[in-house]
């Protein structure tokens, strides 16, 4: 899998003109349409970039609606053991113990531009697709686990079990690691993942999903307006999963 | 020279009428309760099956095609059995023939033998 996001004159022109096609010639006129749904036998594009912001002060503490969304989405089931079950999303309580200030955030893979599963993985399972997001190929995944190593958010599970009634759209299985798909199968056939629709649902709106690359989407309008935070910024690893209010 | 001609003659006659009886020669029972088109013809469908449904698996692993005709869940949803449900246990599409040809089959290790949306509920008992 060829790495399109160094920054370097094809990055540059890329960009260029990924911002030329945002252009709008009249109101609600565009240049060159963007980020239509995908049809079903046309590759995903880097002219995407599929990513979630989280607003950290509508996240209910003790909510796991999401948690529980993914589970029942992706065939994961109720999390008993908490050492070994798959986690695809966990919800993390912090508290400033100086001043008290708790908020509550969901934590998963951050679908990164750079992602360091990718870096160390031997089989090249581990990949990221064109418009961002971060998969496992459980076809060529070996189980080594050195992805999950080299992962700083501990986004990505191993299966030490066998399955057999996994949804037909994500299969899975004993002995490959897994971890936040952002709901492939439904991003491509233009829906959202499982966990932002429960979050909506439950009437918190604490998540948005959509195309950091679009500058109309409420996404790319939301992080160009108010101070959103990457976790671990200091990695410099450009995430697709973003924070606000922390 | 003649003798030898109708000797092999009667010979291929005997074997031709022997490899036709049923029963001496072991198939694998195929039930196909749908009938209708596949895909692809019959013959390119027993030979290279496994050739069309690698070359989807990367295209939609890698780059998001989810073109109907050659996916493993549109061969499962057609050819499920109607009793089991499932193209797989004792006389399912797949597993028939594949246990007549003794070729393991993993894709079930992580896909789903049976069509349609399945409440998840954890591991195997």
């Known amino acids: ?17 990924a911002a030329l096609a945002g252009l709008t010639l009249a109101p609600g006129i565009r240049l060159v349409e963007i980020a239509a749904a995908k049809p079903d036998n046309e590759p995903v594009t880097s002219k995407v970039r599929w990513g979630m912001l989280i607003d950290t002060t509508r996240c209910q503490s003790g909510c796991t609606e999401c948690v529980s969304a993914c589970g029942k989405e992706n065939g994961l089931g109720e999390v008993t053991k908490p050492r070994t079950d798959a986690q695809w999303i966990r919800k993390i309580d912090l508290k400033d113990l100086k001043s008290g200030h708790a908020l509550s955030l969901p934590m998963m893979c951050q679908h990164c531009a750079h992602p360091p599963c990718v870096d160390v993985c031997p089989t090249g ?8 997001i971060v998969l496992v190929d459980r076809h060529i995944c070996i189980g080594c686990r050195y992805c999950m190593m080299a992962c700083p958010y501990k986004a990505r599970s191993f ?10 759209e994500v299969p899975r299985g004993q002995g490959c690691v897994e971890s936040c798909t952002l709901c492939v199968h439904r991003v491509d056939r233009g829906g959202t993942p499982a966990c932002v629709e429960a979050c909506a649902a439950a009437g918190h709106n604490a998540m948005l999903f959509g195309d950091l690359n679009d500058p109309e989407s409420a996404i790319a309008k939301r992080v160009r307006e108010v101070k959103t935070t990457q976790v671990r910024a200091d990695l410099k690893l450009d995430l697709g999963v973003r924070y606000e209010g922390i | 020279m003649k003798t030898l001609a109708i000797a092999v003659l009667w010979g291929l006659t005997f074997a031709a009428a022997h490899a036709a009886e049923p029963g001496r020669t072991p198939l694998p029972a195929i039930a196909i309760e749908k009938p209708g088109q596949c895909v692809e013809p019959k013959d390119v469908m027993r030979r290279d099956h496994m050739k069309l449904l690698k070359h989807q698996r990367d295209k939609t692993m890698h780059q998001g095609i989810r073109t109907k005709p050659h996916s493993l869940n549109e061969c499962i949803s057609c050819h499920a059995s109607q009793k089991t449900g499932s193209v797989t246990g004792d006389g399912g599409f797949c597993q028939s023939c594949h246990d007549y040809a003794a070729v393991k089959l993993d894709c079930w290790d992580c ?15």
């Open chain 1, 159 to 168: 299966v030490h079990e066998p399955h057999t009634d996994q949804n037909p």
């Open chain 1, 125 to 132: 399972a581990s990949f990221k697709r064109a418009d961002g």
């Open chain 2, 111 to 125: 896909h789903q033998p049976k069509p349609g949306q399945k409440a998840a509920t954890g591991v195997r008992p």
């Open chain 1, 1 to 17: 899998m060829s790495d399109n996001n160094s920054t370097s004159r094809r990055g540059f022109l890329a960009t260029s003109a």
